[in-house]
């Protein structure tokens, strides 16, 4: 049950998007119950496109989550206001410093590696800019790789247990499993990250993340949604 005695949050979320996965996950994991509104990024149009959503996020992106009259944007904010609002089984370390560790792993993924590969950069390089198919695949591949080989680097530390950090899944881990399912998707190599492969397999056997993942979600595929975001 949830610990929430007011109104359970809702997500605005894509069966597909890794932003989205981050948020299931850390939602399951935290024992949160929460109401999901699919948002189609494809069909008709991009559902992110219509006003009705766009009232809810004028960036036009998911996840999106609505609590108490609260919206809030952005995956990490969106965890980051999970962990406060609800402080029961805490996604972050205690101590400050393993805190900042795992802000960093989260962050890095959030920032350095996923804008580069989303839908809509993919889209633009294509569409705008008039790039192929392989040379777009280069790109995301490079995006991966570099981010994965510091990730990779960070995880041989004394402090990643059996997952990121310590011998429980945390916030680092929300991010890193939905990061690899992308990369799964595009056919990068990830033979050279057996740190990163290690804990997403373990991740991905605990019920949270697997009711979190895409093939799970009830939009998966759905093509043209005609529900419009309430």
């Not at 610990?3 to 399951?28: C, M």
């Not at 591949?141 to 994965?148: L, Q």
């Not at 399912?181 to 397999?201: G, V």
Request: glycine share 6%; net charge neutral; proline share 7%.
């Amino acid at each position: 049950m949830s610990e929430n005695k007011t109104t359970a949050p809702v997500l605005y979320s894509y069966w597909r998007s890794s932003s989205s996965y981050r948020v299931r996950i850390a939602l399951n994991l935290k024992g949160i119950d929460y109401q999901q509104v699919p948002v189609h990024l494809v069909s008709n149009g991009g559902e992110q496109n219509q006003p009705a959503y766009r009232e809810i996020n004028p960036l036009g992106l998911v996840p999106a989550l609505v609590h108490d009259g609260q919206v809030v944007v952005q995956s990490l904010a969106i965890c980051e206001y999970l962990e406060e609002a609800f402080p029961a089984s805490p996604l972050l370390p205690a101590d400050k410093r393993s805190r900042a560790r795992v802000r960093s792993i989260a962050q890095s993924i959030a920032s350095e590696i996923q804008p580069l590969n989303n839908l809509g950069v993919m889209q633009y390089l294509k569409k705008e800019m008039g790039q192929t198919e392989e040379t777009v695949r280069r790109w995301y591949v490079y995006w991966v790789d570099r981010g994965f080989s510091a990730i990779e680097s960070w995880l041989g530390s004394r402090h990643t247990g059996r997952f990121c950090h310590g011998d429980a899944p945390g916030l680092a881990d929300c991010f890193l499993v939905p990061q690899v399912y992308n990369a799964e998707r595009f056919d990068c190599d990830l033979e050279p990250y057996p740190l990163i492969m290690r804990i997403t397999s373990l991740c991905r056997e605990l019920p949270g993340f697997r009711a979190a993942a895409p093939e799970n979600q009830p939009d998966t595929g759905i093509k043209g949604l005609t529900r419009t975001p309430a």
